[in-house]
Structures are given as C-alpha cells and as structure tokens.
C-alpha cells in the first residue's frame, strides 16, 4: 500500500509523524475547523497505511522463523 503525498513515498516513521502532528492538533483545539474533514481523511490513510506495515512486517518475521 503506497500512500503518497507531495509524490513522496511514504515510509512508516514519516507516517506515523505526521499522524502524531494531526492527533496533537485534534487535542490542543487547533485544527481549524475548516480544514478538519481533510485532516481526518488524511488521518485515517496514514492509519491504514501504518496499520499495513506492521501487517507486513509481522508477516516477514513469521516467515523468517520457519
């Protein structure tokens, strides 16, 4: 699953970043209302995004113990 931004392939670590930087938005009230709906969808792909990677990577590891 590649989710892009700014045609930049995302890795988990930057994912996961900018996750974090739109939860501290979300609970110190400064999302602005506007924009609010974008963040969210956008939070919701980095979730799914990172979600699968640690699907992927926990399936790697499992293959590697056999």
Do not use: H, P, W
């Not at 890795?11 to 501290?24: D, F, G, M, P, T």
């Not at 506007?34 to 969808?41: A, C, G």
């Amino acid at each position: 699953m590649a989710t892009k931004k700014n045609n930049t392939t995302l890795s988990y670590q930057s994912a996961k970043a900018e996750l974090e930087a739109i939860v501290n938005k979300l609970k110190n009230g400064t999302a602005d209302i506007d924009s609010l709906s974008v963040e969210m969808k956008r939070a919701n792909e980095l979730l799914a995004f990172c979600l699968e990677r640690l699907r992927q990577v926990e399936e790697e590891l499992k293959f590697n113990e056999q």
